[in-house]
């Protein structure tokens, strides 16, 4: 059986296609509060704000295409059994030909119903619009998870890592939980990788300090090539 490799990435996975990060210094948190387009409180207040915020996003990323980095983790398929975990609601790992992933805030290209959160649709296109219902007639929110609620693939998450042979850590600060908390469930055999320009301390884990597609590349020479 191949060698399980898992990768967890975040938003600096995403950074060298063009898409803006949001902890960043020109990020997306500059021009915009939490509170008014990430929160179920925003889409209380002010829904029409959080769906154009949404609907931006997503015109930025059908312009957007994967990087050297999402083609180097599709390609250690052929070597390895690779299941990615993301924070990312972008679909760039898709794009790139992986075939196992798991997005952990949601997908920027769905939609769900605001009444039964099982009702999840595709989003033609880059528009979600006031007045777009579910079957149940309710409107349709983007189905991300925002700050305050629950993230409900989390222990599905933690079991993938703890089967992990290899684990690589890219393009995340470790600073939003719980999704940060995945770096320590893995087996103590695990090769753990970490890949950031500004890492975090990370006992027990080969530390890069680069960008994604550089580390990312590193490991593949470490690796065999993958």
């Known amino acids: 059986m191949k060698p399980h490799l898992v990768v967890a990435s975040g938003a600096g996975m995403s950074a060298?296609?063009?898409?803006?990060?949001?902890?960043?210094?020109?990020?997306?948190?500059?021009?915009?509060?939490?509170e008014d387009v990430a929160t179920?409180?925003?889409?209380?207040s002010d829904r029409a704000l959080v769906l154009r915020f949404y609907n931006e996003r997503r015109k930025a990323l059908l312009q957007a295409q994967p990087n050297t980095g999402h083609k180097i983790i599709a390609a250690w398929e052929k070597n390895f059994r690779v299941s990615v975990i993301t924070q990312n609601?972008?679909?760039?790992?898709?794009?790139?030909?992986?075939?196992?992933?798991?997005?952990?805030h949601g997908e920027l290209t769905k939609a769900r119903s605001t009444a039964d959160p099982d009702l999840v649709y595709p989003i033609a296109g880059w528009e979600l619009k006031e007045g777009d219902r579910c079957e149940k007639g309710?409107?349709?929110?983007?189905?991300?998870?925002?700050?305050?609620e629950a993230v409900p693939l989390m222990a599905e998450a933690e079991a993938?890592?703890?089967?992990?042979?290899?684990?690589?850590?890219?393009?995340t600060s470790l600073q939003v939980y719980p999704a940060a908390s995945l770096a320590w469930c893995a087996p103590d055999h695990a090769r753990k990788f970490l890949i950031d320009p500004r890492p975090?301390?990370?006992?027990?884990f080969t530390v890069m300090e680069s960008g994604?597609?550089?580390g990312l590349l590193r490991i593949s020479g470490l690796l065999g090539g993958g």
Do not use: Y
């Open 40 to 44: 179920p409180e925003a889409w209380r």
């Open 16 to 34: 060298e296609s063009g898409l803006k990060t949001f902890r960043d210094h020109d990020g997306l948190w500059e021009s915009f509060r939490i």
């Open 138 to 148: 309710s409107q349709l929110r983007p189905h991300i998870v925002w700050f305050g």
């Open 212 to 214: 994604a597609s550089e």
């Open 89 to 104: 609601v972008d679909d760039l790992h898709e794009r790139a030909g992986s075939s196992s992933i798991l997005h952990l």
């Open 160 to 171: 993938i890592v703890a089967s992990a042979d290899i684990l690589v850590i890219v393009g």
């Open 200 to 204: 975090p301390a990370a006992p027990g």
